[in-house]
């Protein structure tokens, strides 16, 4: 009987859902791919890596979306627990890559607990908000989101990766913004962070983290190390025109000249290889993804379910919007991956596991 009913989930996956989240992860795939080509010997370490992490949270999304998205209520405070732990650990015993310490080596695979405090901050705001349903504008509330919140962020600041801060923070905003507060309250807040954000830049960051504090807010201060990044970014970006210069021939990419090809420029790297043709499919793919979560959040049956789908929206929507922003000169160079895309396989698991929640959420409105 327990057969039939999981084999009727798999039946009625929401292929909607599914469709943009895998052609994206193919298309990223590609990108992996191009880089092997034209070159006397070529790497294969890291698309061999990411094709692994795929099909691996292909099979985490399936057992995912097979298991009640409401257990997870269950454990979000645990989980949250775990992140934190994490996160404090990974400062002292952690991998330092590009200035940032943030990574666990493990038989060759880096993995990010900033990653999971992502995953969990969503789950727990969502959790938080639906056990509160009524109470959202109390005070106890509102001082619990935003301790919640910036507990994490200011771990993720030590690092320090501000990327991953400005996506908790926004994750929590984003909560926020569905208490409809009142002007004094959104004061209230926004003076507390500038109170923490200034304690931790005396008492707190040391100088070289203030340094890419600076560079952040500014890369075109630094020539020759970030504002360098965003000039060759711009460069490929227009380099591929309307149709690209196709799998293997950017110069920009092939050369060198633009930097982390495979993460953070990966959606310059598809401009100069697919033109403004293949970006466009891109950005189509994602606002498919967007419009598919928002009818599904309409649909849910419980408000963790809303919580949840919104969460995990917020995280792809804002990871896309920088990622791409900071791709072609608009916005300062954080070190963030475009969902589902750029190489990381700490990251595309989260992914999948949440698309894996969402389709748990999707199936529970279709099958009883």
Known sequence: MALNKYLTYLKNFDWL??????????????????????VANPDWTLFNKQLSFFILGVILLIITSIINYRRWKTYAMVLYGISLILLVIVLFW??????????????GFGLQPVELMKFALVLILAWLYSRN????????????????????VGLAMLQPDFGSAAVMMGIGFGFY?????????LIFIILIIIVISTVLWNFVLLDYQKTRINTFINPMDDPLDEGYNVRQAIIAVGSGQLIGRGLGLGTQSQLRFLPETTTDFIFATAAETLGFLGTSLIVLFFMSLF?????????ARDDFGVYVIYGFGLIF????????????GILPIVGLSLPFVSYGG??????MLAIGIIESIRLRQTVV
């Open 291 to 299: 419009m598919r979560l928002i009818f599904i959040m309409k649909q």
């Open 94 to 107: 952690g991998t330092t890559i590009r200035g940032t310490t943030g990574w666990f080596s493990i038989f």
């Open 346 to 351: 700490s990251f595309l698991l989260m992914c």
């Open 133 to 152: 349903k009524g109470r959202e504008k109390e005070w106890s509330t509102i001082f619990s989101v935003g301790l919640i919140t910036l507990i994490p």
């Open 177 to 185: 913004m569905l208490l409809s507060m009142k002007l004094k309250n």
């Open 317 to 328: 929507f804002i990871q896309t919007i920088i990622n791409i922003g900071m791709n072609i």
């Open 17 to 38: 859902l599914l469709a943009p989240v895998f052609l994206l992860s193919f298309f990223g795939l590609a990108i992996l791919y191009s880089g092997t080509l034209n």
